[in-house]
């Protein structure tokens, strides 16, 4: 059976969805091709690797100070420091699935989807396509809420020339695997509210895709809360969440 795996965006949040992957690993299941938007681009390259093991030592001893770690560069929240972890990944097995990211190439005050597959380009590409997936907007002056600050200052002009975080228009990047020769589809979404489009299940069948969520929403400081015992903490939640969810594959 040929399974797909879609790992939505959501900062820190991805530990949780990190424990979910690793309990799906240790059930047995594997995958022929993954998609992933933001952290899950970066959780997804683990899997591409074949470092799920790695993953898990990644989330559990993560030693990120929200407060003196985190930077602010050129109006965005430097992942300079994730990047760096995954140049270090060698590839245990022959990377041969098919690995999509998405990021925002942004020209002219227009937004612009770009979807990547990973298999077909070098490392040093991949890792581009995975920074700019996982770039986050910050304006340090911002006045409004964090999306629509970020179409103010795109209107402006303050982004153009920049390529960013592509859950800021797809965060679960669903569709590349729809078109793929697949029987079924599992979603790791780091939001409990998420729901499949219309149009995905008329196409690929809603008993096809398997969604599992967090069982209760997530504060809103959570995706920047990148400190060793929360990410412990929702990584073991997730891990439970992965065990005991019901599938028929």
């Given at each position: 059976m040929k399974i797909g795996l879609c790992l939505s965006g959501g900062g820190a949040k991805g530990a949780y969805q990190a424990g979910v992957i690793k309990a799906l690993y240790d059930r047995g299941l594997d995958f022929s091709a993954i998609s992933g938007t933001s952290i899950g681009a970066i959780n997804g390259y683990y899997i591409f690797t074949g470092n799920v093991e790695k993953l898990e030592?990644?989330?559990t001893n993560i030693e990120i100070?929200?407060?003196?770690d985190i930077k602010i560069i050129d109006n965005t929240v430097d992942n300079s420091y994730v990047i760096e972890g995954l140049k270090t990944l060698e590839v245990s097995k022959e990377a041969e699935?098919?690995?999509y990211v998405n990021y925002i190439e942004i020209k002219n005050k227009n937004l612009n989807e770009k979807i990547m597959n990973i298999k077909d380009v070098d490392k040093s590409k991949a890792l581009?396509?995975?920074k700019y997936s996982s770039l986050l907007p910050c304006n340090p002056k911002a006045t409004l809420p964090?999306?629509?600050q970020f179409m103010k200052d795109v209107s402006e002009g303050l982004y153009d020339g920049f390529n960013l975080?592509?859950?800021l228009v797809n965060n679960t990047l669903i569709q590349p695997l729809v078109e793929q020769d697949l029987d079924k589809i599992i979603i790791i979404?780091?939001?409990t509210e998420y729901e499949l489009p219309a149009e995905i299940s008329d196409k690929f069948g809603k008993d096809n895709i398997f969604i599992i969520k967090p069982k209760k929403p997530f504060?809103?400081?959570?995706?920047?809360?990148?400190e060793k015992e929360f990410c412990k903490k929702i990584y073991n939640e997730g891990y439970e969440i992965g065990k005991n969810f019901s599938m028929c594959i």
């Open positions: 030592d990644m989330w100070d929200p407060a003196n699935i098919d690995f581009e396509s995975i964090l999306g629509q975080d592509g859950g979404d780091t939001h504060e809103k400081n959570a995706t920047l809360r990148f």
